[in-house]
T-cell receptor, first 109, second 116 residues
Framework: GQNIDQPTEMTATEGAIVQINCTYQ??????LFWYQQHAGEAPTFLSY????GLEEKGRFSSFLSRSKGYSYLLLKELQMKDSASYLC??????????FGPGTRLSVLP | EPEVTQTPSHQVTQMGQEVILRCVPI?????FYWYRQILGQKVEFLVS????????KSEIFDDQFSVERPDGSNFTLKIRSTKLEDSAMYFC??????????????FGEGSRLTVL
């Protein structure tokens, strides 16, 4: 089976740093993706990890540990526009991308 | 910038009716997907399509659903005999392929289906 877990909600202050965790158990692993989804909109791609370690992309970084089935998304210098849901998705095997439940982040002034 | 386009943006239908949701994937992409998201819930995989056939489908994608690529650009999802629980946002997505890219999914803006 495939299972992906994320915290349901998080709150942080503008200008701060927040870490959103994701744990997964999948049959096979071809990569882990983070998406951002604003309310009522489509998910948009943020980052991709296939090897262990940290990938940095501007204010966003993503980390992967395949042995632990664990990833996190790090958002720095938070802005109000970062208020959104953050979705962890795993390409386990074949063409299937399985999404986690998403973490709703609220950025407060 | 190339994008995935979906029509209609919103469809209201009566229970038991058939609906067809349409998608135009990005032109050089090889893999096509349908996902659905019931309000307040997670994005759920329905089906993937490659080389003019279904490559994978989930348990949700039963005989009520079908997909088709009727020409070189469109990719459709047909839902027969809609039920109240089919009310959701349906996202089409495409991705380029497996070589020289991260393989991320590009999503359309979604088609909101409301079944009354």
């Amino acid at each position: 089976g495939q299972n992906i877990d994320q915290p349901t909600e998080m709150t942080a202050t503008e200008g701060a740093i927040v870490q959103i965790n994701c744990t997964y158990q999948t049959s096979g692993f071809n990569g882990l993706f983070w998406y951002q989804q604003h309310a009522g909109e489509a998910p948009t791609f943020l980052s991709y990890n296939v090897l262990d370690g940290l990938e940095e992309k501007g204010r966003f970084s993503s980390f992967l540990s395949r042995s632990k089935g664990y990833s996190y998304l790090l958002l720095k210098e938070l802005q109000m526009k970062d208020s959104a849901s953050y979705l962890c998705a795993v390409n386990g095997h074949g063409q299937n991308f399985v999404f986690g439940p998403g973490t709703r982040l609220s950025v407060l002034p | 910038e190339p994008e995935v386009t979906q029509t209609p943006s919103h469809q209201v239908t009566q229970m038991g009716q058939e609906v067809i949701l349409r998608c135009v994937p990005i032109s050089n992409h090889l893999y096509f997907y349908w996902y659905r998201q019931i309000l307040g819930q997670k994005v759920e995989f329905l089906v993937s399509f490659y080389n003019n056939e279904i490559s994978e489908k989930s348990e949700i994608f039963d005989d009520q659903f079908s997909v088709e690529r009727p020409d070189g650009s469109n990719f459709t999802l047909k839902i027969r005999s809609t039920k109240l629980e089919d009310s959701a946002m349906y996202f089409c997505a495409s991705r380029e392929g497996d070589r020289g890219n991260t393989g991320e999914l590009f999503f359309g803006e979604g088609s909101r289906l409301t079944v009354l």
